[in-house]
């Protein structure tokens, strides 16, 4: 995300050499840590490098403002980055374990048992109210 940002703040001529080769300047939330890249982005990743440094080439950036992009450090993680598997492995017959419950899942009452609630507490609330009739006070 600093990366868009930094990228947002440079010269013109810096944004459209990256627009150019298909870097999209806005801000996205990658699931993927710093250093990888999702395996299935492969071609599309050097299709768009190619492209990013034919650009840079062509066009240039000496005396360009690059603010805080820093270049070497783009170019060092984009030749270091990993591709990353997207796909969490499976696990083949996977059941909870029995006897272990989950604190956040409380037990549920069954239907007799949400019913004798609030027979109870109908029953509280009327001998509340018969006592307070006995001693003269109204609801």
């Known amino acids: 995300m600093k990366t868009a940002d930094a990228l947002r703040a440079t010269s013109p001529k810096i944004r459209q050499i990256f627009q150019e080769a298909g870097f999209d300047l806005d801000s996205t939330d990658s699931k993927l840590s710093q250093g990888y890249y999702s395996s299935r982005d492969v071609d599309q990743r050097k299709r768009i490098l190619h492209a990013l440094f034919a650009n840079i080439r062509e066009m240039g950036i000496e005396g360009e403002y690059c603010g805080e992009f820093d270049f070497h450090r783009f170019l060092d993680n984009v030749k270091t980055a990993k591709p990353r598997n ?54």
């Open 86 to 139: 997207d796909q969490r492995p499976k696990v083949e017959n996977w059941t909870p374990n029995p006897r272990y419950k989950s604190p956040a899942t409380p037990e549920r009452r069954t239907l007799p048992g949400r019913i004798g609630v609030a027979l109870g507490l109908a029953v509280i609330l009327f001998a509340v109210l018969r006592y307070l009739a006995e001693k003269g006070a109204t609801p």
